[in-house]
């Protein structure tokens, strides 16, 4: 079992930035790891907002793309969410998830934080 806890978020005026980490108990870049940054928002479905794999690949929501960067540690058990130019509509929290499909006879595991609210006012 691996927790995951995640820090950084708070209060921050529209146009400002805040860093989220994602901390975990070992490391979760694992072969074939994905570890996702998600939001949500009261009232809203829970949101993908960033992706990053084992391999080191990258992916966004188009919501935040050029404004957030999602990063990893060479140790690999903490991931990063650079988040810049944050907007109100960027209000939610924001959850760190691993995850891995099982293959073969590699484990799959899929893990969550406990969350990080992020408020951005106008």
């Known amino acids: 079992q691996v927790q995951l806890v995640e820090s950084g978020g708070g209060l921050v005026q529209a146009g400002g930035s805040l860093r989220l980490s994602c901390t975990a108990s070992?490391?979760?870049?694992?072969?074939?790891?994905?570890i996702n940054w998600y939001r949500q928002a009261p009232g809203k479905q829970r949101e993908l907002v960033a992706v990053i794999t084992s391999g080191g690949s990258t992916n966004y929501a188009d919501s935040v793309k050029g404004r957030f960067t999602i990063s990893g540690d060479n140790a690999g058990n903490t991931v990063y969410l650079q988040m810049n130019s944050l907007k109100p509509e960027d209000t939610a929290i924001y959850y760190c998830?691993?995850?891995?499909?099982?293959?073969?006879?590699?484990?799959?595991?899929?893990?969550w934080g406990q969350g990080t609210q992020v408020t951005v006012s106008s």
């Open positions: 998830n691993a995850h891995r499909e099982p293959l073969l006879t590699i484990a799959g595991y899929d893990y």
């Open positions: 070992k490391t979760i870049f694992s072969i074939n790891a994905i």
